[in-house]
């Protein structure tokens, strides 16, 4: 019985071993890098499949979703992408301002200035509803895809433009506008 099961076992091992060393022959040359929109891509079958990654780099589909970026100049802190994020990725504190504060690229009008506008890659999952509901198309998923780290917090991505001093003093302003505008209604 213990024979029986003795050869049982090495009779499974010698084939195992037949298959691997199978496929190591035939995984002798690198398999070759074919573009992502080709037919063929999915046709290699043959060839070693591990990238050497940095060294070589796989083609990086047109429509793929990456690394989500903001270009806080076309930004009017509407927070509909933190509103739409399915796990409150994107966290927004906007500043009301008295007047119009600018224009963005597509000539919308500027009213709020964005105190914080964070993104905590971390937590997203890649959806893109995000560049789908904004309106100036200021957050956009780029192609980028490698922005490793061994610290959690850098990979927190902070796109508002204004320092602790000037938050400061927009909302000072802000306060002010809403005091003028108050001692303006009892004077009446």
Sequence with gaps: MMLKTTLKGLT???????????HLF?????RQSVDIKQAKYFDQQEGVA???????QMPIPEVARY??????????VCDLCAKACPVDCIDIQAIKSPQAIGHT???SVKR???AKFDIDMAKCMYCGLCTVVCPTECIIMTDQYDRTSSNLADLTY???DL?????????AEWTQFQAEKEAAKSKR
């Design 12 to 22: 499974t091992a010698i084939k195992g071993l037949r298959l691997t060393v199978s």
């Design 26 to 30: 035939r995984a002798r040359k690198q």
């Design 50 to 56: 591990t990238v050497q990654y940095p060294k070589v």
């Design 67 to 76: 690394q989500l970026d903001v270009e806080i100049d076309d930004c009017i």
């Design 105 to 107: 690229s597509d000539g």
């Design 112 to 114: 709020l200035y964005a």
């Design 158 to 160: 902070s796109f508002s």
């Design 163 to 171: 320092n602790e001093q000037q938050i400061l003093q927009r909302k």
